[in-house]
Structures are given as structure tokens and as C-alpha cells.
């Protein structure tokens, strides 16, 4: 069976399962199901954007076997305006199987979830933890252009007002899909303000960007995990040093420590500790299945490895460069005030490019 009879048996078999889900949904049984109907909307709505652009590809086809018949029958005043349509029929059916192609390709489970962003001050001491800082805020920035939430669960500030490290929220449809492909190390290269000689200092700081775990996904056992209560510390504040309601948690089989400080209550903190824990094991959990997948890939927007650099923010040249696809931007002040989509847009063209080769390659 040729590549393009498996893909339209594969239509064919979508637009079949979409035609069952809208019965089911006219069904007055599963209309008084709650969780069922809602099960079948998320499916219909996983499938509409398929079916609608395999409905549109038919609809092409349709036109140019029109065309094709009106040709064949060498009416001289029709002849012309054939022509034109069949060209126009044949363009629409390249387009709308491109896009098709793309739209089957397998989908990350993950990409509807919300986000945990983990940032690190990496070398560089003071300088990185200050560019930690700035990252956080370019982050929040984006969310917030995306009308998307932030929550602050952890962060240990210095002196100077950086971040040695911090973890945060985005709460939003598809944020992990848009920013999924920011884990790995970011380089900065800039004069520090308490450098008196003006020397191009370069720093570097660590992201990972984890899909937040459902409760069905990561079970933890009480038994395996170890709360301590201490005195939450930082810049200052008037709140710090003055309770113990701070948590750190100790997750026995694994070793992960956590802490969390933000909140006030002890009871809120050891909820975004338990949090935290579940996002963590939960990537742990399905590293392996991406590492694997990564493998079998030629080419690559990047394996996400927290150790790869992928990104340097040069401040004298006002520039950022992504090393993974070479994309390079003199726009430095406005992405690091949010609008960084164009990046992340350009990181999943090329990613969606290296799994339509990989397909083809098989």
C-alpha cells in the first residue's frame, strides 16, 4: 500500500469516528451524561481540525475531476475556464495534503497542559542570578500577553535582586506546546553593573519547562515522603524569618528535595510542594519515552537536555541568537519584555519539519 492510500484510509477512518461522536452527542443518554459528553467533546475537538481540512482536500478533488470531465469533452468555450479551475483544484490538493501531513503527525500528549518553568543562576554567580531574574520576568511577560496566569512557587533571591533560583506556573491552553522548547541553557553576554573596567562578562543560566502532572498520572506514596518545617529566608521582608511556615519535602526513592517558601500558610506551601514533586517525577517518568523518540530522529529542534546551550542574549549587540536553528534576532530590549512568540513559533515550524522528515524517512 502506497504512503498516500494510508493516509487517505486513515481520513477516511477519522472522518467515520468524527460522524459517530456527533450521533452520540445527539443522543438525549449521553447529553445526560456529563462526564461522558464531555469526554466526547474533548475528542470531537481533538479530530475537528483534521476532518474539516480532509472535507476541504475532497472538495478540491471533486473540483478537478469536474474540470478534468469538462475537458475531456472539447466544449472550445468552456475549455479555458476548465483549465483554470483544474490548476486551481490541483494547487488546493497540494496545499491541503501538506497541511494534512502535519496534522496527523503524532501529537505530544502533553502539549495542552499547563507549565512548571525552573529556573537556575548557573555560572556566573551574581550576574546569572540577575539574569535568572530577567528571565523570570520575560516569561511572565509572554504569559501575560497570552492573557495566561502566573503563580509564583518557589524562589531564592540574593542581595542584589536575582534569582539564585525560582519555579513558577503558567496556566494556560497549549502553554507547554509553545514553551516546551525552552529547557536547556541560556548564555548572557553583557557588562555587569559592578564592573567598573566595562568588560563583556558571560554568564549562564539553566531552564527546564515541565508539563504539569495530573493526579491520575503520578501516584506517590505517603510513606515515601519526609516534610520538615523551617524559617523562610531572602533579601527580607517583614514576614521573613518570623514563622516557620516554610516546607521542605524529601522524596525518599528518588532523592528530590523541594522547597517551597512563597506563601504564608505552611498549609499552601506543602500544596505546591506536593505539586512540584508530581511534575517532577511525572518528567522523569517520560524522559525515557522522549529520549527514545528524540533518538530516532535525523534532525532536531533540540533533545531539550538542561545541559545543551540553545540560546545567548549578547546586550552590545542588542542581539539573541538560538543556536538549534540559527535563527538570530537584534530585537534584545522588546523579547526580553515578552515577545518572544515569533522564536517559539519558529522553534515548532522546525521541529514539526524534522518529524515530517522522519516520517518520510520510514
Not at 6 to 16: C, G
Not at 100 to 122: A, F, M
Not at 247 to 265: A, F, M, N, V
Not at 330 to 353: K, P, Q, V, W
Request: hydrophobic share 35%; net charge negative.
Amino acid at each position: 500500500m502506497t504512503k498516500a492510500n494510508e493516509m487517505n484510509e486513515k481520513l477516511n477512518a477519522i472522518e467515520e469516528k468524527f460522524k459517530k461522536i456527533e450521533t452520540s452527542l445527539s443522543d438525549p443518554a449521553v447529553f445526560s451524561d456529563a462526564a461522558k459528553y464531555a469526554e466526547l467533546m474533548k475528542e470531537r475537538k481533538s479530530i475537528l481540525p483534521v476532518v474539516t481540512k480532509y472535507r476541504e482536500y475532497k472538495s478540491f478533488s471533486a473540483q478537478k475531476e469536474d474540470a478534468e470531465e469538462i475537458l475531456s469533452s472539447n466544449d472550445p468555450e468552456l475549455a479555458e475556464l476548465a483549465a483554470a479551475e483544474l490548476e486551481e483544484a490541483k494547487e488546493g490538493m497540494r496545499r491541503t495534503e501538506e497541511e494534512l501531513k502535519i496534522l496527523l503527525l503524532p501529537k505530544d500528549p502533553d502539549d495542552d497542559k499547563n507549565v512548571i518553568i525552573e529556573i537556575r543562576g548557573g555560572a556566573g554567580g551574581d550576574e546569572a542570578a540577575l539574569f535568572s531574574y530577567v528571565l523570570y520576568r520575560m516569561y511572565c511577560m509572554y504569559a501575560d500577553s497570552m492573557k495566561w496566569k502566573t503563580e509564583l512557587m518557589y524562589c531564592n533571591e540574593t542581595e542584589l535582586g536575582g534569582f539564585k533560583e525560582v519555579s513558577f506556573m503558567i496556566t494556560g491552553e497549549g502553554a507547554y506546546s509553545k514553551l516546551k522548547f525552552e529547557s536547556g541553557v541560556h548564555r548572557v553576554q553583557r557588562v555587569p553593573e559592578t564592573e567598573a573596567q566595562g568588560r563583556i562578562h558571560t554568564s549562564t543560566v539553566t531552564v527546564a519547562v515541565l508539563p504539569e502532572a495530573d493526579d491520575v498520572e503520578v501516584e506517590i506514596n505517603p510513606a515515601d515522603i519526609k516534610f520538615e518545617t523551617c524559617k523562610s529566608s531572602g533579601a527580607g521582608g517583614q514576614h521573613i524569618n518570623k514563622t516557620e511556615s516554610a516546607i521542605r519535602l524529601y522524596h525518599k526513592p528518588t532523592g528530590i528535595i523541594i522547597e517551597c517558601q512563597d506563601e504564608r500558610s505552611q498549609f499552601k506551601n506543602k500544596d505546591k510542594a506536593l505539586k512540584l514533586l508530581k511534575t517532577r517525577l511525572y518528567d522523569m517518568k517520560t524522559k525515557e519515552q522522549h529520549d527514545k523518540i528524540a533518538s530516532e530522529r535525523k534532525s532536531q529542534v533540540g533533545t531539550g537536555d538542561r545541559s545543551e546551550r540553545i540560546r545567548t542574549y549578547n546586550y552590545p549587540q542588542s542581539r539573541v541568537t538560538d543556536h538549534r536553528i540559527g535563527m538570530t534576532l537584534y530585537t534584545l530590549e522588546s523579547f526580553l519584555n515578552g515577545d518572544i512568540g515569533a522564536m517559539l513559533d519558529a522553534l515548532r515550524a522546525a521541529d514539526t519539519a524534522a518529524r515530517l522528515s522522519s516520517e518520510g524517512d520510514q
